[in-house]
C-alpha cells in the first residue's frame, strides 16, 4: 500500500464491518433526515440517515438521536462514515448545528487521512448536508436558514467540468472557496474532479481555470509551466537509456500505486522513441471505456512527468 | 461402401448450399454474357455483379463497395494482397507474420525472405495464443505488412486480429495490416467499419461458407499501397484483371446473406454439437487432449489428438465408416512431417501424429455426432492394441512411452 491509515481509522473500520454493539451501519426506516452523495460508478457512495428527538414548538430545536449509514467504498470510506454518525450523535447536535461538521473534523476524528483519501471524508460532509436538507423540507424549516440552498440547482444545472465524476462548475467553484482547495492534485484528492481522464485540467474553463478565477492567476502555475518547458528541454537530452529509466520510475512512483489502489497492476511490454507499449489491468479493465479512461490516465501522468511526446499504447 | 457419408471436414471446404446453386443457375445457362460487353442483355450480368459486391460491402459493417475485389480463392487473395504491397511499397523490406498461418501466407512471405526481406514469424504458446509482447517488439519503423489470420484452419484458434491491427495503427498508421479470415467469414462478425477499422486487407474464400470453389475476395481499403497482382484488364477498378466469374459471385453474395439469416442460432446449434463430440470423446476415450482448447476458439472446429496412435490410420478407419474428418492440414498432407501448427504449439509428438480434426457446418446432424462417437472409441482402441508404446491390459501408455520408449 502507498499510504498508511491510522489506527483509528482501522479500528473503526474493523468494529465497523464486524458489527460491534456501538457502531451505525445501516439505515433508519422513515428517517427524520436522509442524504446520499457519490454514485457506484465513482467508485464510492454514501446513504445517510438520521432520527431527531422532535421540538414540540419548534422544529429548529430538534436534537439528533441516531445516525446510521450504508456505505460503498473503500477502508477509509467506511471509517468516514462511521465517524461522521459519531460526532453527529456524541454532539447532540440540532441538524443546522450539525452542518457545521464539516469534512476537516472527520478527518481529525479519525486521526488523519492520506491525501488521495480526502475525499472520503468530503463525501461524509456532503451527505450530512443532503440530510439536514431533507430533513429542513420534512420539518418545514426554511431552507434559507441552513445556507445550503445551492445543493441540488448547481448539481443539475452547472456546466460539467468534470465529465468522468459528473461534477459542475458552480459545485467546483464552492468546494475550492470552502476548502480552501489551491492545486490541482488537492482538488482531487478532495472531490475526485479531474481525477480520472484529466482531460479538464488545462482546458478552457478547467480545473486550473476555475483555481485562478478563485485565486487569482497565482505564481505557483506560472512556476509550474516553467519546470515543465526545463523538463521538455531535459527530455530532449535524455538518451534513450535515460528516458526509459524515467519512465519506469514515473510508474512506480505515482501510476502503479494508483492502479493497485483499484486492485489492478500495469506491465511495459516495450518502449520504442517515444511510444510506450502496457498492459494496464484494473478493476475495471473488462470496460471498454474504463480501459479506455486508464490508457488517457497513464498518458497524461507520463507526458506531465516524463515527456509531452509520449504516447501510449495498450496492449 | 453403403454407408451413408458423415461430412465433418467443413474447414477443408463445404457443400455448396442448394439456394447458393439455385442463385447461379441462370448464370451458367441464359445469362451467360460477358459483363464488360456493350449489349442489354450483358449489362444485366454487370448489374448482377455491382448488387453482389453491395451485398458482400454490406455483410462487412456497409463498408464502400468499390473496396470489394472479386478473386478466384483465398490462396490468390493472399497472394495477391502480400506481393501487391510489397511491390507498392519497396522502401520498407520487414514483414510480420506468424509461425501458424496457412500455406498461403506462410510461403509466400518465406519467398519474399528468399528475396531479401525480413520477416518476423511470431511463435503461439501451448494453447495457440499469440505472443503479443513478441508481436509487440517486432513492430519496425521499416516494417511493411502485418498479416496475421483471424482464426487458424487446423485448431481454430482465434486471434484478437482487431486488437493486432489497432496496436500496428497506432504505433505507424503508414504500416499495412492484413488478415486471412477464411475461416472466420460467415462464422464470426466482422465489422470492417467497427472493431475491423484498423484492418487494411481481408481474405477469404466461399467454398468455406457454402458457396463454390473458385470464387473468392480480396477486402482492399481506399488509399492502402497495394499494386495489382494480375494485369491485364480493367476488371474489378484494374485491380484484378479477367473476365468476371458472374455465376460465383453471386453465389458468394448468396452464400453472405444466408449466413446472416439465424446467424447466432445456427452457430450455438453448431458449437452444442461440437461441444457433445468433444466431451463424449473426452469421457470415452484414455490419453486424448483437444488441442487449443485453452484458447478462444471456433465453435464449429475440434482438434483432438490421441496419443501414441498415428492421424492416418485413424482417417482411414473413419472412411471405412463413411466419416470424413482430417488429420492436421489437408493442405500439408503429403508431408511427412507433423502440422506445422501443431508443432509451434509444441503438442507433443507423440500426439501430434494422433491429431484428428472435426469440423462442422450448419448441415451437421446430433445422429452424425452420435454415429462417431458410436465408433471413434473402437478405432482409437484398435490401433492402440497395435501400438507399441501402448500397454492394452492396463489400457495406459507403457512405461516410457512419453519419451518415445517401446
Same mark, same amino acid.
Given at each position: #500500500? ?37 454514485? @457506484? ?81 468530503? #463525501? ?26 445551492? *445543493? ?10 468534470? &465529465? ?13 472557496? &470552502? ?11 478532495? @472531490? ?5 481522464? #484529466? ?25 509550474? &509551466? ?40 500495469? &506491465? ?17 479493465? *473488462? ?9 488517457? #490516465? ?18 | 461402401?453403403?454407408?451413408? +457419408? ?63 475485389? /472479386? ?25 510480420? +507474420? ?14 519474399? $525472405?528468399?528475396?531479401?526481406? $525480413? ?39 482465434? /486471434?484478437?486480429?482487431? $486488437? ?70 480493367? $476488371? ?128 451437421? +446432424?446430433?445422429?452424425?455426432?452420435? !454415429? ?21 491390459? +492396463?489400457? !495406459? ?10
Amino acid at each position: #500500500m502507498p499510504w498508511q491509515y491510522s489506527e483509528k481509522t482501522k479500528q473503526l473500520f474493523m468494529d465497523a464491518v464486524q458489527g460491534r454493539p456501538g457502531t451505525h451501519l445501516g439505515e433508519i426506516q422513515n428517517p427524520d433526515g436522509l442524504g446520499e452523495h457519490g454514485s @457506484i460508478a465513482c467508485g464510492d457512495a454514501l446513504r445517510f440517515t438520521f432520527r431527531v428527538n422532535k421540538h414540540p414548538e419548534d422544529p429548529t430545536k430538534d436534537v439528533i438521536t441516531e445516525a446510521k449509514y450504508l456505505t460503498f467504498g473503500c477502508t477509509s470510506a467506511i471509517a468516514a462514515s462511521e465517524a461522521l454518525c459519531e460526532i453527529i450523535e456524541k454532539g447532540a447536535y440540532t441538524p443546522i448545528q450539525a452542518l457545521k461538521v464539516q469534512n476537516k473534523d472527520i478527518v481529525a476524528f479519525l486521526e488523519g487521512l492520506p491525501d488521495q483519501k480526502i475525499h472520503c471524508s468530503v #463525501m461524509g460532509a456532503e451527505a450530512l448536508e443532503a440530510a439536514v436538507f431533507d430533513w429542513a423540507k420534512k420539518r418545514g424549516v426554511d431552507t434559507r436558514l441552513l445556507g445550503i440552498d445551492h *445543493s441540488q440547482e448547481e448539481k443539475e444545472e452547472g456546466r460539467l467540468v468534470c &465529465e468522468c465524476f459528473s461534477l459542475t462548475e458552480p459545485y467546483i467553484r464552492r468546494k475550492i472557496k &470552502e476548502l480552501g482547495l489551491r492545486t490541482i492534485p488537492e482538488i482531487t484528492n478532495a @472531490i475526485k474532479a479531474g481525477g480520472a481522464c #484529466m482531460s479538464c485540467h488545462h482546458v478552457p474553463g478547467g480545473l486550473q481555470d476555475l483555481l485562478d478565477e478563485a485565486w487569482g492567476a497565482s505564481s505557483g502555475r506560472a512556476s509550474a &509551466e516553467a519546470k515543465k518547458t526545463a523538463e521538455e528541454q531535459g527530455a530532449a537530452a535524455l538518451s534513450p537509456y535515460q528516458f526509459n529509466k524515467k519512465v519506469d520510475k514515473t510508474i512506480e512512483q505515482y501510476i502503479r500505486p494508483m492502479l493497485q489502489q483499484d486492485g489492478g497492476d500495469m &506491465e511495459i511490454v516495450d518502449i520504442k522513441d517515444k511510444l510506450v507499449y502496457c498492459r494496464l489491468n484494473g478493476a475495471c479493465s *473488462s470496460c471498454q471505456g474504463a480501459a479506455q479512461t486508464l490508457k488517457m #490516465m497513464v498518458e497524461r501522468v507520463l507526458k506531465d512527468n516524463v515527456d509531452e511526446g509520449i504516447r501510449v499504447i495498450q496492449v | 461402401m453403403s454407408v451413408s +457419408t458423415i461430412y465433418t471436414d467443413n474447414n477443408a471446404t463445404t457443400p455448396v448450399a442448394p439456394e447458393v446453386y439455385r442463385a447461379m443457375i441462370p448464370y451458367l445457362t441464359e445469362d451467360y454474357f460477358n459483363p464488360s460487353s456493350m449489349y442489354e442483355s450483358a449489362q444485366h450480368a454487370a448489374q448482377t455483379i455491382s448488387r453482389s459486391r453491395r451485398l458482400v460491402a454490406d455483410y462487412f459493417g456497409g463498408v464502400d463497395p468499390s473496396q470489394i475485389i /472479386f478473386t478466384s480463392c483465398a490462396t490468390e487473395s493472399n497472394n495477391a494482397a502480400i506481393y501487391g504491397v510489397a511491390k507498392a511499397r519497396p522502401d520498407r523490406r520487414h514483414i510480420i +507474420t506468424t509461425t501458424v498461418e496457412h500455406p498461403a501466407v506462410l510461403e509466400v512471405c518465406k519467398d519474399l $525472405q528468399r528475396g531479401g526481406y $525480413q520477416v518476423d514469424f511470431i511463435k503461439v504458446d501451448k494453447h495457440g495464443k499469440l505472443d503479443i509482447p513478441e508481436f509487440v517488439r517486432a513492430l519496425r519503423p521499416d516494417t511493411l505488412l502485418v498479416t496475421v489470420m483471424h482464426a487458424n484452419n487446423e485448431t481454430g484458434v482465434i /486471434f484478437p486480429v482487431e $486488437q493486432l491491427a489497432r496496436i500496428t495503427k497506432e504505433t505507424d498508421p503508414t504500416i499495412v495490416f492484413h488478415s486471412d479470415a477464411t475461416q472466420t467469414v460467415s462464422k464470426l462478425p466482422i465489422d470492417l467499419k467497427g472493431d475491423f477499422k484498423d484492418v487494411d486487407l481481408l481474405s477469404f474464400s466461399g467454398h468455406k461458407l457454402h458457396a463454390p470453389k473458385g470464387i473468392g475476395v480480396l477486402y482492399l481499403k481506399k488509399g492502402t499501397p497495394c499494386r495489382a497482382f494480375m494485369i491485364g484488364g480493367h $476488371q474489378e477498378g484494374g485491380r484484378r484483371a479477367g473476365t468476371e466469374n458472374v455465376a460465383f459471385i453471386a453465389g458468394l453474395a448468396k452464400a453472405l446473406e444466408l449466413a446472416s439469416e439465424n446467424h447466432d442460432q445456427i452457430e450455438s446449434r453448431i458449437a452444442k454439437l461440437r461441444d457433445r463430440l468433444e466431451s463424449g470423446i473426452l469421457e470415452n476415450i484414455p490419453e486424448v487432449r483437444v488441442n487449443g482448447a485453452g484458447a478462444p476458439r471456433l465453435s464449429n472446429t475440434t482438434n483432438i489428438s490421441c496419443h501414441y496412435v498415428e492421424g492416418e490410420g485413424i482417417l482411414y478407419q473413419l472412411s471405412a465408416e463413411g466419416i470424413c474428418a482430417s488429420s492436421g492440414s489437408a493442405c500439408t498432407s503429403g508431408s511427412l512431417e507433423p502440422s506445422h501448427v501443431l508443432k509451434a504449439m509444441e503438442v507433443p509428438f507423440t500426439a501430434a501424429h494422433g491429431s484428428i480434426r472435426f469440423s462442422l457446418s450448419r448441415y451437421s +446432424t446430433e445422429s452424425e455426432i452420435d !454415429r462417431i462417437l458410436e465408433v471413434f472409441p473402437r478405432i482409437i482402441a484398435n490401433l492402440r492394441k497395435l501400438s507399441p508404446y501402448w500397454d492394452t491390459q +492396463t489400457n !495406459r501408455p507403457r512405461s516410457g512411452a512419453s519419451a518415445g520408449i517401446m
